[in-house]
């Protein structure tokens, strides 16, 4: 079946500007989670979400970050006035609660 | 607080040889899942195998088996009979199982393999 979809695959942006990455999750999973990579690095949690409720979000780094997920489905992560250090692999993933993450092909953001 | 360490930033091997990828880990929880991950230049993140820290026995899928050593707090990866489609970064990740907990995964920083013809 279709594994987890990420869109746009890359987004080049000016500082300053808000950007939003859309995650299409596996059907049927109900956990979705959203990470950052940086170059070099592992990934490192940012929130996850259990249905449409964000269930641990204490991985966003500021106020500028927020994650949504109405129905339950698709998810979309916001970045509000991008900054240089914002720059990174942003990587969704979804499963079944408590069993393996799957993961998407990832978001390659650029901030300018 | 959870961590993962990985101690090799770089690994070799000939090709048809077996590998192992070093992971230690330190959580203060009794329950946690131990995974690997495979990352290949293209970026997206693929799974290989599991362990929970209950399971009696090590984990095994085909060429990946996982050497867990619950008392020494560590859960290497075993490649055998590597294959050049192996050559990709390799990471460890931990996920502490208390009910009503977060379902996060904490990543190491990996270790790049690179398998030699």
């Known amino acids: 079946g279709a594994g987890v979809s990420q869109t746009p695959s890359n987004k080049v942006t000016e500082k300053g500007k808000y950007v939003e990455l859309r995650c299409d999750p596996i059907?049927?999973?109900?956990?979705l989670y959203w990470y950052r990579q940086s170059l070099g690095q592992g990934p490192e949690f940012l929130i996850y979400?259990?249905?449409?409720?964000?269930?641990?979000d204490s991985g966003l780094p500021n106020d500028r970050f927020f994650a949504v997920r109405p129905e339950g489905s698709v998810s979309t992560l916001k970045i509000q006035r991008t900054e240089r250090g914002d720059s990174a692999v942003y990587l969704c993933?979804?499963?079944?609660?408590?069993?393996?993450?799957?993961f998407g092909p990832g978001t390659r953001l650029t901030v300018l | 607080a959870q961590k993962i360490t990985q101690t090799q930033p770089g690994m070799f091997v000939q090709e048809k040889e077996a590998v192992t990828l070093d992971c230690t880990y330190d959580?203060?929880?009794?329950?946690?899942?131990l995974f690997w991950y495979k990352q290949p230049s293209s970026g997206e993140m693929i799974f290989l195998i599991y362990?929970?820290?209950?399971?009696?026995q090590n984990a095994t899928e085909g060429r990946y088996s996982l050497n867990f050593q619950k008392a020494r707090k560590s859960a290497n990866l075993v490649i055998s009979a590597s294959q050049l489609g192996d050559s990709a970064m390799y990471f460890c990740a931990m996920r502490e199982n208390h009910q009503g907990g977060s379902e996060k995964l904490v990543f190491g920083k990996g270790t790049k393999l690179t398998v030699n013809p």
């Open positions: 959580t203060s929880d009794p329950s946690y899942g």
């Open positions: 993933a979804s499963s079944l609660t408590g069993h393996t993450q799957y």
């Open positions: 979400f259990q249905g449409t409720g964000a269930a641990d």
């Open positions: 362990q929970g820290s209950y399971d009696q």
């Open positions: 059907s049927g999973h109900t956990a």
